[in-house]
């Protein structure tokens, strides 16, 4: 009973091909994100999506494409690899939860997946 | 732009000793969250902080922030070997600014 699951969990790839990772979250979420975790461990954010529309680009290249077939589903489809896109890539989901004037959210994480473009 | 840095990069200690990690952030903040990740594993929610708040326990952790000094740490007591792992800040996680922006991260090992 996973609560977020990603596949593959390795993905080795050659220059230019297009690939797919998929993520699944069974937590009832409305919000799930991708994120890429370089060689030197720095975990930078993606995408968001929020019951299926986007609310979270970060300035990703065109060849990354995120799609969101229902709130419970965040896929990211790469196309034309290139070696720099080498790196784990981290899904995650959350729910807000409410306090007053504010809100906050704490994030589940996928177990990632580690792309190697040779 | 990378919003935490954490303090120190790595630390070793003996088991049974206690860990202390330091973060510090750029802008203002609504919360403050800690994150754990073993080695090729996902990151793990440990502890979030308001930005009200001075101080937070969770078990063997304990959560200090000081807004005037955009700066939090973490202190793990007792250490175990099972706490080997990096451990992250990471600010953001509110209505209207989602994502979570981590810091750089501490590389801790618990030496048995």
């Known amino acids: 009973d996973t609560a977020v699951s990603q596949t593959p969990k390795y993905l080795v790839t050659q220059m230019g091909n297009d690939k797919s990772i998929k993520c699944e979250q069974n937590l009832g979420h409305d919000t799930m994100y991708w994120y890429k975790q370089d060689s030197k461990k720095f975990l930078k954010i993606m995408f968001s999506y929020n019951n299926k529309e986007l609310i979270i680009n970060e300035t990703v290249p065109n060849r990354f494409s995120p799609k969101s077939p229902d709130k419970a589903h965040l896929n990211l489809h790469i196309n034309s690899l290139e070696l720099g896109d080498s790196a784990v890539y981290f899904c995650?989901?959350?729910?807000?939860?409410?306090?007053?004037?504010?809100?906050?959210?704490?994030?589940?994480f996928g177990p990632g997946t580690r792309l190697t473009v040779l | 732009s990378q919003q935490g840095e954490e303090d120190p990069q790595a630390l070793s200690i003996q088991e049974g000793e206690n860990a202390t990690m330091n973060c510090s952030y750029k802008t203002s903040i609504n919360n403050l969250q800690w994150y754990r990740q073993n080695s090729g594993r996902g990151l793990v929610h440990l502890i979030l902080i308001r930005s009200n708040e001075r101080e937070k326990h969770s078990g063997r952790l304990r959560v200090t922030l000081d807004t005037s000094k955009k700066s939090s740490s973490l202190l793990i007591t007792a250490s175990r070997a099972a706490d080997t792992a990096s451990y992250f800040c990471?600010?953001?996680?509110?209505?209207?600014?989602?994502?979570?922006?981590f810091g750089t991260g501490t590389r801790l090992t618990i030496i048995p």
């Open positions: 995650a989901s959350s729910h807000h939860f409410r306090e007053g004037p504010s809100s906050y959210n704490e994030q589940f």
């Open positions: 990471a600010t953001g996680g509110s209505f209207g600014n989602e994502k979570l922006t």
